[in-house]
């Protein structure tokens, strides 16, 4: 067996021990019991300008610069003729674009989605299609019958899928009415 596949199956094993703690745990005083440290402590000592971040490769940088910039306003944290970082306006996030190397493919629409909790999706919403953003599905209700969540995306022009969630208020129903 090689060294990768040995550590993806080490992996496995430890995820689905994690995993079954948590199907298992019916209350956090529960999970709190079986729940163990992992056995290494936290590797990274960050650098000063930025901890993390997502990055991605586009077709079409200069659209994918103007959507985080100009539509979206994200700050941005560095920005040249072949790499953008935008981040929040608090720097709580990093999210990079390059422009896809010739020969090289660019990065697939599907291959992740990025998604913020906002504090009022419908505003929100309101706000982006005011400046042009079309939502591929609209803001609703997440989760079935009695759920307190609401949750709508759009895309990038590169096709980056970002979902929005936020907590709503669920009126009560008046006694009698279902």
Known sequence: MSQTAELIERCRSLGETRLQIARESKSPAEWEKKWRQPQYSFPF????WWTMTVEYQVQDYAAEVGFYTDILSFPINALDRAY?????????????????????KPTPPNAFKLVF?????????AELRQRGVLFEMEPSLFGGPGTNFLTGFFRTPHGIRIALWSMVEIPKAAPGFV
């Open 117 to 125: 909790m906002v504090k009022d999706l419908k505003s929100t919403a």
């Open 45 to 48: 000592n960050f650098g000063e």
């Open 84 to 104: 953008a970082m935008f981040t929040g306006p608090n720097e709580e996030f990093h999210i990079s674009v390059s422009p896809c190397p010739i020969g090289d």
